[in-house]
């Protein structure tokens, strides 16, 4: 790999890690930066060594946002160690999946995302009271469900979106802001990443001096964002996350169609 194609996926990496700790879609940046780079490895390889990175970063915001934040560990904590099976469970046949099959679903998604937060501006910007509320268990179940099971088999698969998904999941279900619902995803998103890499580097799958290299960016961007998101607030999360949206959007429609 050239010293060119080094500096692209740790500016990639950085950029990244920044990206998913507000909003989610790191992986946006992150895996068209692995593919041009390394166009020789297998596609899975891309797929090991994002996760790689992505690891880092994610867990680095999730330890940010708990210092700041009072996390909803009653649907966290089951959430997570789900996820760490589902997401594994999924990267054991992201292979025999054809991406193109999901990628119109996913826009429809992504695009319904994006609708239900402009014409709801209301949306994700109230804060609870995360210590004196007790969430109906069917509530929370259906949270800890989709979130567990569902959003990290899919990231297991594929990946796009997957913080983006969770932050919707913990606002719609559980009405937390988009603060602490950022701070709820980056723990699942970890939990999600650490059960697909292990299953991609069982297999062989990771470029791990690249993917080292790439995660020493990942953290630090990691760390500005998560900083950058609580001083900032709800609203600067809403817009970043639109913003996502609309870039993933685009990009999964260039890839279905270019």
Aim: charged share 10%; glycine share 12%.
């Amino acid at each position: 790999m050239s010293l060119e194609h080094l500096l692209l996926l740790f500016a990639a990496a950085g950029a990244a890690g920044w990206v998913d700790a507000v909003a989610g879609g790191g992986g946006l940046l992150q895996l068209p930066a692995l593919l041009l780079a390394a166009p020789q490895a297998p596609v899975a390889a891309a797929l090991g060594t994002n996760k790689l990175s992505s690891i880092m970063g994610t867990a680095t915001a999730a330890v940010t946002y708990g210092r700041r934040t009072k996390l909803d560990w009653r649907t966290l904590g089951p959430a997570t160690l789900l996820a760490v099976v589902c997401s594994g469970l999924g990267a054991l046949s992201a292979s025999a999946v054809p991406a193109p099959y999901f990628r119109p679903i996913i826009m429809a998604m992504l695009l319904a995302v994006a609708l239900f937060v402009v014409f709801r501006p209301q949306f994700g910007t109230i804060q609870p009271d995360l210590g004196g509320v007790e969430l109906p268990l069917r509530r929370r179940v259906t949270a800890l469900l989709l979130a567990g099971v569902a959003i990290a088999c899919y990231d297991g698969v594929l990946g796009p979106g997957t913080g983006t998904f969770l932050i919707f999941t913990f606002i719609g279900i559980l009405g937390h802001d988009f603060v602490h619902s950022s701070a709820m995803a980056k723990v699942i998103n970890a939990g999600t990443n650490l059960g697909a890499l292990a299953v991609f580097a069982a297999q062989g799958h990771v470029l791990w001096l690249a993917g080292l290299g790439m995660a020493v960016f990942n953290i630090a961007g990691a760390r500005l964002g998560a900083a950058t998101a609580l001083r900032r607030g709800s609203g600067f999360v809403r817009v970043v996350l639109l913003v996502v949206v609309i870039a993933m959007v685009a990009k999964l429609a260039l890839d279905q169609w270019a």
